[in-house]
């Protein structure tokens, strides 16, 4: 080995030849700092095999020792030349910092470190240590550990670990460890202690409790106050039964109305379910003093714990026997009562309990001494479309508000509308004040009357007046152009009236008759007259009885306008008419086989929803043509309804640049799995994905010598609302929409992977078992809460069909299809985003129920006044397609967000706000986006949309791909 030494210059350091590649060394004592300053040098030999120690006879007559952790052998016996600093310890291989130990669960610990900094090592893993002994013994868990993090499992409960970690640097040893750092395993199991107490304060119990699992399998149960014992970090639910004229309320803790709700505990835990007494009801339950109340006692269907049959009743204000009318209260057969007595005239303001007995039973009622109940709203004047704010004072506080349109509850009536916050979580606050957003339902012109009304029957009437709206599209157009009024976005007039459309004054004939709906809507369409010239004209539209609307229309023979055109069919082959389909696709991606972020040949892969079947088209000089075989039939697809099925589809970004071992599909679907309670299945959303190939004919297919790898399982969805897209962002992340599985709380549980937008990042080798890791930018990466999901990118989703990042700016914009009134496109840029779902289903008026993290959305669109009452897609209303823009074949369009709703039939364009700015929405005072409409008339599409090569493409149902052109 002669020949091969160590040649020191100054503070850096070169080894040449000793191990066949140059090392690079930093030569600062252990914790260090380097001042730029060149220190003396001194000429060392050392003798010697170089194994653990190395031992140097320097030239001052001094000795040197430098331990290696290893084996790094040289020839026995060999000398070699030494220049080095006057530093006594050379940190050769220095170790990983800031090494944290964070318990998981009752079993698992989590590691996770920085990597050294001396970065012209090549470190190949890591080493991994642990002590249940403070640090005098060390056990070596992982070798060759590839990541800076690492989970310990199968531990004991209450116990505490200790743990180091040291570099394992290619070809040469173990480095040094790091710091040490302890954790403590979660105790295994915890107690929930659940109690209940009534709305006047006072407690009570009794009530029949139950415990379930996750899968609805019954643990426990028992009568309020009641322990059940809980394993730790494991998701039960709770729930409590009623009992006589004790109604459940809410959970004291939260103010939800969730029963049963949703739990899962580290620490011992107590909740509260409070009980409200609808045995006594008074009418009005709010009222200055000296009013006169009713109060009628109510016997429920089973008569427990009422009011004894043709019994005397006494009433009591605070324990203070009151007069009645009648003098004598003597309940019926059936243990009913009806009597008036007045309001105390000195009563304090504030609440007060009033009490009604037979002698053997007692229940109570709160009264509060306030002003009346009262209702403003932001307008006296709205047509259908548009959305109006509620506001209320003095009701109940606390109390679920119910808003009626001409005696219609919101959330019940035909088209399902509801208020903002949503029904089930509108309510009084601390003082009895509520805000609401609701869109007044389709109704004719004229006056109507919109009611509010508490639990304890505090109910208040205003008027609002109805006047007509018509949307035309478009509004720039060339002379001769057909002008669309889309089905049922004529509305507010008179019902089943012939309307008349003119033009400039001039009456012009529709394309064919138009006639008003019972509710006084209509669609329908007319031609602007080819003679007339450039420039701004009036077009009115009348019914019979006088009530008109009118707008203005550019006339431009220059006008442009955009167009779809047909560039592939066959996409579903099974499709070819919506009535009876079975392999309707459901979305497509285009393959990068040009690198990342780069525009492909134009080939792409569609999903059929319901075969399972994901079939390549090839772009043949312009021509897409469907591949002969499939990509790959999804085996065991569970395609019950709605949002079940084959879902997303995502390739990944780095396709051009991976060798054929590498190149992944990525797919979302939804699976039956059989459970042991009824009805004895449930529905998973997987995250899966195949590696591509490609067959002797040059099909590309999946590989079947690999099949299926499962990358992320999604547990406890119902029959729909699964969400199920994927979308890749520029640094190399999966995004996964996931739907709240029609579970509601789930959307704000971070303990559940519903309702969310999740990120991960897929891996080519297993980590911890799994397919994939989770970037330390997730918003809850770090968080010491072992059941909060790691995966959560964004929450409050209710059901993200549609969604995109863009690959620009990584902007990242829901399309939620709406439950009741409102279609929002959310904005879930920001990590740890909460979109509001199910407390809000657009913008409430500021945050009243003080949402952690809320995000108000960007833009929303009411059902009422939009989705169509006739035609093929009467009924249909969902925001079903949302793509980002760049390029300049759309002109101003660069960085819009395209979005469309497959039963309205349009595509819109969300435009970027730094050439449109938001503006403030009268009714909610929040701010939203400009929109411009791009096409409408489409029959189910859009499904899904794409950005390739400067266009948008987008699917329909029938199996067509199209492009958006502009002309």
């Not at 497509?588 to 972020?597: N, Q």
């Amino acid at each position: 080995m002669a020949g091969r030494n160590f040649v020191f210059i100054g503070t850096r350091a070169v080894l040449a030849g000793l191990f066949g590649f140059i090392l690079v060394l930093s030569l600062l004592p252990l914790g260090g700092t380097a001042s730029g300053q060149l220190l003396p040098t001194s000429t060392s030999t050392v003798t010697g095999a170089l194994n653990n120690t190395l031992t140097t006879t320097t030239s001052n007559a001094t000795q040197d020792t430098s331990t290696i952790n290893g084996a790094v052998n040289t020839t026995s016996g060999a000398a070699t030349s030494l220049t080095q600093s006057a530093s006594k310890e050379i940190p050769l291989l220095p170790p990983p910092t800031n090494l944290v130990a964070r318990a998981v669960s009752s079993s698992q610990i989590s590691l996770s470190w920085n990597a050294p900094s001396l970065t012209s090592l090549v470190v190949k893993g890591y080493m991994v240590e642990r002590s249940s002994d403070g640090g005098s013994t060390w056990t070596t868990i992982a070798q060759d550990e590839p990541y800076t993090f690492y989970v310990d499992s199968g531990l004991a409960p209450s116990t505490t670990y200790t743990y180091r970690v040291s570099a394992v640097y290619e070809g040469i040893s173990t480095g040094q460890p790091s710091n040490t750092s302890s954790a403590t395993t979660l105790a295994s199991t915890y107690k929930l202690v659940v109690s209940s107490q009534l709305t006047t304060g006072g407690s009570i119990g009794g009530f029949y409790t139950t415990l379930t699992n996750s899968t609805g399998q019954l643990v426990s149960s028992g009568f309020t106050p009641v322990t059940f014992v809980l394993a730790s970090g494991q998701q039960y639910y709770v729930a409590v039964g009623n009992y006589g004229g004790w109604v459940f309320d809410h959970w004291n803790d939260t103010g939800s109305q969730a029963n049963p709700r949703p739990v899962s505990i580290s620490s011992d835990t107590g909740v509260v379910a409070v009980y409200r007494d609808t045995a006594l009801q008074l009418s009005p339950a709010r009222a200055p003093a000296g009013t006169t109340v009713n109060a009628t006692g109510v016997s429920p269907d089973n008569g427990v714990g009422t009011f004894a049959p043709n019994a005397t009743v006494t009433l009591s204000w605070d324990g203070t026997v009151l007069a009645t009318s009648p003098v004598k209260i003597m309940t019926s057969s059936t243990g009913s009562f009806s009597a008036t007595f007045q309001v105390p005239a000195g009563a304090s303001a504030g609440s007060h309990t009033v009490s009604a007995t037979d002698g053997t039973n007692t229940h109570l009622a709160e009264f509060t001494i306030s002003p009346p109940a009262s209702v403003t709203l932001s307008s006296t004047e709205a047509n259908v479309g548009s959305s109006v704010r509620v506001t209320g004072s003095n009701f109940e506080p606390g109390s679920p508000i119910n808003i009626l349109y001409d005696g219609i509850p919101y959330i019940e009536n035909s088209t399902n509308d509801d208020t903002s916050p949503s029904e089930t979580y509108l309510k009084a606050d601390a003082s009895g004040n509520f805000v609401a957003i609701l869109a007044p339902l389709r109704s004719t012109e004229g006056t109507h009357t919109i009611t509010v009304q508490d639990d304890l029957n505090d109910k208040v009437d205003s008027k609002i007046t109805m006047t007509p709206h018509v949307f035309f599209f478009p509004t720039t157009a060339k002379p001769g152009a057909t002008i669309l009024i889309p089905a049922s976005e004529g509305n507010g007039f008179a019902p089943n009236s012939d309307m008349t459309i003119k033009f400039d004054g001039t009456p012009i004939l529709p394309a064919s008759a138009i006639v008003s709906d019972s509710v006084g809507e209509f669609g329908g369409s007319f031609t602007i007259p080819s003679s007339v010239a450039n420039g701004t004209h009036t077009v009115t539209v009348s019914d019979a009885s006088g009530n008109t609307y009118s707008a203005t229309i550019d006339v431009n023979t220059n006008a442009h306008s955009f167009s779809s055109q047909v560039v592939a069919t066959g996409l579903a082959p099974a499709c070819q008419a919506w009535s009876g389909c079975t392999d309707v696709p459901d979305s497509f991606a285009f393959i990068p086989d040009k690198g990342p972020g780069v525009d492909g040949s134009g080939a792409f892969m569609v999903n059929e929803k319901n075969s399972g079947q994901v079939v390549v088209f090839t772009n043949q000089n312009g021509t897409f043509v469907r591949q002969a075989v499939p990509f790959v039939q999804v085996p065991n697809v569970q395609v019950a309804y709605e949002t079940n099925g084959l879902m997303g589809i995502a390739i990944d970004p780095n396709w051009a640049n991976l060798t054929n071992t590498e190149k992944w599909v990525y797919l979302y679907v939804t699976r039956n799995e059989t459970v042991s309670t009824a009805p004895g299945w449930e529905i998973f959303g997987e995250v899966v994905r195949y590696h591509a190939t490609t067959d002797s004919g040059g099909n590309i297919i999946a590989d079947p010598s690999v099949g299926e790898q499962l990358i992320l399982k999604v547990p406890a969805f119902e029959n729909g609302h699964n969400g199920g897209t994927l979308k890749f962002d520029s640094h190399g992340n999966l995004y996964v929409s996931t739907g709240d599985g029609w579970g509601f709380a789930d959307a704000q549980d971070l303990t559940s992977l519903q309702g969310k937008i999740l990120r991960i990042t897929p891996v080519y080798s297993q980590v911890n078992g799994q397919w994939y890791s989770i970037p330390p930018s997730n918003p809850f990466a770090s968080s010491t809460n072992p059941n909060i999901k790691k995966e959560i990118w964004a929450y409050g989703e209710r059901n993200p069909f549609a969604f995109d990042v863009d690959y620009n700016s990584g902007k990242t914009y829901v399309s939620d299809t709406g439950y009741d009134t409102w279609e929002s496109i959310l904005n879930a840029t920001a990590a740890g985003s909460n979109d509001g779902w199910p407390n809000y289903e657009s913008p409430p008026y500021g945050n009243p129920d003080g949402l952690a993290n809320y995000v108000s959305a960007l833009y929303w669109y009411p059902h009422e006044g939009v989705e169509p009452q006739t035609g093929p897609a009467a009924g249909l209303e969902a925001l079903s397609a949302g793509a980002f823009y760049h390029g300049t074949a759309y002109p101003g369009m660069d960085g819009a967000y395209f979005f469309g709703d497959y039963g309205v039939g349009f595509i819109s364009a969300l435009l970027p706000s730094g050439s449109a700015a938001p503006v403030v929405d009268p009714a909610s005072g929040a701010l939203k986006g400009q929109v411009m409409p791009v096409l409408y008339g489409l029959t189910y599409g859009p499904i899904c949309m794409e950005e390739w090569n400067g266009k948008i493409y987008f699917m329909d149902l029938y199996g067509n791909m199209n492009v958006l052109n502009y002309n």
